[in-house]
């Protein structure tokens, strides 16, 4: 998944979500069930068939990880998935995105920039050189689970971010 949610303007959500399970030979109305199983989850029910200009940017970000994870349910990539969008939003996708996980037991690897976004959503950090890329460290990220946005102002959240800045 990118930056931008690349969901097609001419579908409304539930064919830009089926799509994935439509090129793997589904037929059309059986990709609409199985996906439709997964609104409720992803914070979408209701929006089905909305057209993508309809929704906000979060919501359409929420679209366009549900079409990933039916692109590949048990690992997905997710590069900058929230980068474009604004800072309240952000954070509120890194509290639902961590519930996400949780319920649905798939493993995610997340490219950011962001270093306090790696921190809260991870729990393992590659920090990576200049090109070619290779990894400089590997940092296991020893936080509780059930995460809420107090965990930035913590001592140990600050030393991983301390360890992330002298790695760099």
Partial sequence: M?????????????????????????????????????????????????????????????????????????????DEPFGALDAITRAKMHSWLLKVIKELNATIIFITHDIEEAIFLSDRIYVLSDKPATIKKEIIVELPKDRTKDIITSIKFNEIKREILQTL
Avoid at 18 to 44: C, D, E, H, T, W
């Fill in 2 to 78: 990118h930056q931008k949610d690349l969901l097609l303007p001419w579908k409304n959500i539930i064919d830009n979500v089926a799509l994935p399970l439509i090129i793997k030979g589904i037929s059309k109305k059986n990709a609409r069930i199985q996906v439709l199983n997964y609104f409720k989850v992803f914070g979408i029910l209701g929006f089905e068939y909305k057209y993508p200009f309809q929704l906000s940017g979060g919501m359409r970000q929420r679209a366009a990880l549900l079409r990933t994870y039916m692109a590949s349910s048990d690992i997905m990539l997710l």
